[in-house]
């Protein structure tokens, strides 16, 4: 045990200013992740402005269960979180596979910066571009359908179409960026596989399926569950940006429900039991996955 510490303390000095700089990181998580923890009691609290808290145990949680507002609310969270994780889960992975393809490296690049622009801009900018396009009769996706007869579709205020207007807005804001780790598994790939492969006669087909899918799956694995994580999150930015009453019983999630009951209506205690809610499904998301996922690949997080 004296050899193990006087090896650890050693390793530390060597590396000293690698930690100086690890410092700001553990600091930001500390006082913005960490420290935020302890105010969660108030969700077992009737919280007073003046004098002591009451303690009142599981009594928020039992009103916002019984609430047919907030069933809606779990609901809402659900399918759109469902919806994200099927459809734009595998597009980073897709399009990390055809930037491979590229072998220009001018026109790979060029590809690359194009498809990353949007993960900067913010969700105000994204959804006044996406208003812009979807609206009726007048907007860009309604004047190509009119080109080929079809008759305008309000699809901003279209409880049939939001979730989708979601879901698409999303992919394009994410894609780009979210493909930069998949393409950093690629090409860490030996580039023997393939020379051995190419001898061995396997198309392009054949090497992305034999060769970079499984040498890529561990990474696809560990982002799907820690993905899994933010499962019940849904996109406050999005949602808060680009839902109108036309359509919030279709898109209004736990997010925009405690900042709508918590922060504007001053209900703190009940805003603080659901974002807790929240946050203890999303933990177990990340462990039932971890062990589902060594069940069957033998790979995982931890």
Known sequence: MGLRRQ?????????????????????YFVVWH??????????????????????????????LFSSPIFLKVFFNTVAISTMKIVFIFPLPILLAFLLNEIRN?????????VVYIPHFLSWVVIAGVFISLLEAPDGAMNK????????????????????????????????????????????????????????????????ARKITLPCIAPTIITVFIL?????????????????????I????????????????????????????????IGIGLIFTTDRLSRKLTGEGVW
């Open 7 to 27: 090896n650890l303390k050693r390793r530390i000095y060597r590396d000293r200013h690698l930690y100086l700089m690890l410092i700001p990181v553990l600091l």
């Open 34 to 63: 960490y420290l935020p923890m302890w105010g969660t009691r108030i969700a077992f609290q009737n919280v007073r402005f003046i004098g002591k808290n009451e303690w009142v145990g599981l009594k928020h949680f039992r009103v």
């Open 105 to 113: 490296p001018h026109v790979r690049q060029g590809v690359q910066s």
């Open 144 to 207: 190509v359908l009119g080109v080929f007869g079809f008759d305008p579709v309000s699809f901003m205020t279209s409880s049939r179409h939001i979730r989708w207007v979601f879901v698409f807005s999303e992919a394009w804001r994410s894609m780009g960026w979210d493909s930069i780790l998949y393409i950093a598994a690629i090409n860490s790939i030996a580039p023997e596989l393939y020379d051995a492969a190419t001898v061995d006669g396997a198309s392009r087909f054949q090497q």
């Open 227 to 247: 993905n899994m994580g933010f499962f019940m999150n849904a996109g406050f930015d999005q949602v808060f940006n680009m839902m109108n009453d036309a359509v």
């Open 249 to 280: 019983s279709q898109v209004d999630i736990i997010d925009t429900y405690v900042y709508r009951v918590g922060l504007r209506k001053g209900n703190f205690s009940l805003g603080t039991a659901a974002g807790l809610f929240k946050g203890i």
